[in-house]
């Protein structure tokens, strides 16, 4: 079984430019969540998505950020325009429908703002 | 508000020394509490999680921890350990709020093991 894969690798760009992070979870998995690492911190929760339906974004840091999970499949996060500090790990992950769920890591999009 | 600490930032330690990494947490809901691992060039992999009824879990590669629930604390432990267990570890609560779902991490403990 495939695990959850996220593109690009890595990310280079210049603070005012946009970048879209994409996270393929694993099959059949309804949950689908969004972290970040920010310069070695603490992994922080961004969003959780059920099916393409947005749970809670509350963790999203302001409105640069975009999220989507169209038809309830792969999910993309925009950021628009990026800033220095959006520099960072963003990790995807996904889990299947109930209470004890677990949630399986994707490898991480490594993004650097310069 | 959740909160996970991980007292221990670097643990250095020599290959068959025994392991225990400190995790506290604060959350006034159901528990559920998780160790990840992400190895050098890999990505976060679960050790193991504890839900409900033994306080004491067992996971992958013979690591153990125990949930001490007058204690808030989820430690991990390895009796003995081995140079390819030099990683980061993290432990985390999930946060549930109807059908929502979050997991709130430590900071993480990077463990180095010297041959």
């Known amino acids: 079984e495939a695990g959850v894969t996220q593109f690009p690798s890595h990310s280079v760009i210049e603070k005012g430019q946009t970048v879209t992070l994409r996270c393929d979870p694993i099959?059949?998995?309804?949950?689908l969540y969004w972290y970040r690492r920010v310069m070695g911190k603490e992994i922080k929760f961004l969003l959780h998505?059920?099916?393409?339906?947005?749970?809670?974004e509350s963790g999203m840091p302001n409105n640069r950020f975009l999220a989507e999970r169209t038809g309830g499949t792969y999910s993309t996060l925009k950021v628009q325009p990026a800033e220095l500090e959006d520099s960072g790990v963003y990790f995807c992950a996904s889990s299947q429908a109930g209470s004890r769920e677990t949630q399986y890591f994707g490898p991480g999009t490594r993004l650097l703002v310069l | 508000a959740q909160s996970v600490s991980q007292h221990n930032h670097h643990v250095i330690l020599s290959e068959a020394a025994s392991l225990e990494l400190g995790c506290n947490y604060s959350y006034g809901g159901t528990v559920n509490l998780f160790w990840y691992v992400q190895y050098p060039g890999q990505h976060l992999q679960l050790l193991l999680k504890y839900f409900s009824g033994d306080p004491l879990v067992k996971g992958i590669k013979g690591f153990e921890a125990e949930f001490i629930k007058s204690k808030f604390s989820f430690n991990l432990r390895k009796p003995s350990v081995q140079w390819s267990d030099t990683a980061e570890y993290f432990c985390?609560?999930?946060?549930?709020?109807?059908?929502?779902?979050?997991?709130?991490f430590g900071s993480g403990t990077q463990l180095t093991v010297l041959p």
């Open positions: 099959s059949g998995h309804d949950n």
């Open positions: 998505f059920v099916k393409e339906s947005k749970q809670d």
């Open positions: 985390a609560v999930l946060r549930s709020s109807g059908s929502a779902r979050q997991l709130t």
